[in-house]
């Protein structure tokens, strides 16, 4: 039965786009939780919904047979520009925190009014906000190949630079490094990484695929490259484990995958703990 | 005012700040800082807290921009291309980020960036040069924790966190080197062993600025004291003889042991300013 679901096109497609979305999402992960931004993520994916939305209004108006044809491209172009612009206003000393809660909540509502002024329902936008890898078509899985390619070149190419700036910016300034265009190129990275995602786990949840594995990885490894690289392994994993799972089980494969991911962070989090307590004995 | 004439000025001096300005949020803090630092000539910046030293040190290594004034290394303004030759250490407030890392991955990014012909990294700066690790470990060495390298910095002490950061500034062979607060919460072995990397740079012609709260180990290796007070130099001469807080130009509460001190000529009480 496993070769016959494997010889399956759908199955293929989803399987790839999971291993993708898998292994790509905590590089850019690693570079956020070094530079304690993991809800980044978040601000963007919802600025993503925003532009979901504007793609598809965009895309009724033009009168497209594929009424969301344009919706991708519209989050592209959303989740960049919110990218840049949370990265602009940090870099001028706003408070990120602020800045990041401003486009959430601008992001998810003015994607509900879009939807609507487009005359969707928010029905339509469910497949957005929780995945909808079951619909995923050999287009998608080219464009999360070519997307994931740019990240992993980029986000591991340049790993010593883009630590550098993520560890200790003000250093990094002083040696000279374009420190400035480092944080933009994080920036934009971690909103390609959103787009790419946003097709298997949601905007909702897209962030967990970028920091849960890192935060899992942390607790066992004791140096950047190594938790970048477990922590790919460890994406991999749960991205094909909860895929796989729902191949059989009408469930969510987005929610699965980061309930996946919550336990084990859990587990690791007491094994951890409890061969450190047999280590130093009371 | 003038820097004591203890080092040649026939070259241009390796730090030359002139009339630096700098304002945060619309309120000024330096309000025309000028001071210079020659080869082989180690510098002491003073001053209290909120004194404006560590806003001039950033200024210097390029983390906030001046509103007015110039800064050149070595004759050069201070840009990304002169900042090759200068080694830059910042106050340790902390040494990790949101990830571990261990002190190899931190001094190899001390190569990257704008280095000297002999330290540049490749691809312009952007990946560290091939023999990455071996420089990195050579730079460790020369501040005693070679076996570190694989360590996580975050969960070494204060004293090793600051040999860790001293090496990834060696690591790029600078001929300037700039430390804001070195000896903050460092063990006494880590502050002897800085008092003598301190003397090996200067004597290989280093030129060195360190901010520092008192003199302490390092007293015989400084040549000049300056004292920023307010924003503003308000003594740039030779350093004081005496160690300690209570001997530094502008400290002049009344202690008790004040008296004692009161006769000893070397220590300057009136600076102008204090």
């Known amino acids: ?282 | 005012m003038a820097a004591p004439d203890l080092i040649s000025t026939d070259t241009p001096a390796a730090l030359d700040a002139a009339g630096v300005h700098v304002s945060l949020q619309g309120n000024e803090i330096l309000h025309g800082v000028s001071m210079q630092a020659h080869a082989g000539e180690v510098v002491a910046l003073l001053g209290g807290n909120g004194s404006g030293k560590s806003t001039f040190v950033r200024t210097v290594v390029g983390a906030i921009p001046a509103s007015g004034g110039t800064i050149s290394i070595f004759g050069q303004p201070a840009d990304a291309r002169s900042r090759a030759r200068l080694g830059y250490v910042p106050q340790r407030i902390s040494v990790g980020g949101g990830v571990s890392a261990t002190a190899g991955e931190v001094v190899i990014s001390g190569l990257l960036g704008s280095g000297t012909a002999s330290r540049r990294g490749r691809l312009g700066g952007l990946l560290p040069p091939r023999n990455a690790k071996a420089l990195a470990k050579e730079a460790l060495r020369e501040v005693g924790v070679e076996d570190l390298a694989g360590r996580d910095v975050s969960r070494l002490s204060g004293g090793q966190q600051q040999r860790i950061l001293i090496a990834r500034a060696l690591v790029r062979k600078p001929d300037l080197m700039i430390l804001d607060e070195p000896m903050a919460g460092v063990d006494l072995s880590s502050q002897v062993q800085f008092a003598h990397t301190l003397g090996h740079l200067k004597a290989h012609g280093v030129a060195i600025v360190v901010v520092l709260h008192e003199l302490g180990a390092v007293a015989r290796h400084i040549d000049r004291a300056v004292v920023l007070d307010a924003g503003c130099v308000t003594y740039d001469g030779p350093p004081p003889k005496d160690m300690g807080v209570h001997a530094l130009p502008g400290h002049d509460h009344d202690h008790p042991h004040d008296d004692q001190r009161r006769d000893d000529p070397t220590i300057s009480m009136e600076v102008p300013g204090a």
């Open chain 1, 1 to 282: 039965m496993i070769i016959e679901l494997l010889t399956d096109p759908l199955v293929q497609r989803i399987l790839l786009v999971g291993l993708l979305v898998g292994i790509t999402a905590p590089v850019v992960g690693t570079y956020l939780v070094q530079r304690r931004m993991a809800l980044l993520g978040d601000g963007i994916g919802h600025v993503a919904l925003a532009g979901v939305a504007a793609g598809w209004l965009a895309g009724s108006a033009a009168g497209l047979a594929k009424q969301d044809a344009w919706a991708i491209p519209g989050a592209v172009i959303f989740a960049v520009a919110g990218a840049v612009t949370i990265e602009r206003l940090r870099s001028k000393g706003a408070a990120a925190d602020i800045v990041m809660a401003v486009l959430f909540y601008g992001g998810i509502a003015s994607g509900v009014l879009l939807i609507s002024l487009a005359g969707g329902s928010n029905a339509n936008l469910l497949g957005y906000l929780f995945g909808s890898i079951s619909t995923v078509t050999w287009a998608d899985v080219w464009w999360t190949v070519g997307m994931g390619s740019v990240i992993l070149i980029i986000g591991i190419g340049l790993r010593s630079a883009l630590f550098s700036v993520t560890h200790d910016q003000e250093f990094a300034q002083s040696t000279g490094l374009p420190v400035n265009a480092l944080n933009m190129v994080v920036a934009v990275l971690a909103a390609v990484t959103i787009t790419v995602s946003m097709r298997v786990v949601g905007v909702l949840l897209v962030s967990a695929l970028m920091i849960l594995p890192v935060a899992i990885a942390q607790q066992i490894t004791r140096s950047f490259s190594r938790t970048m690289r477990l922590a790919m392994a460890i994406g991999t994993v749960l991205t094909l484990t909860g895929v796989w799972i729902t191949l059989f089980y009408d469930l969510s494969p987005g929610a699965l995958i980061v309930v996946l991911g919550v336990v084990l962070y859990a587990a690791v989090g007491l094994i951890t703990s409890l061969t450190r307590l047999r280590r130093t004995p009371a």
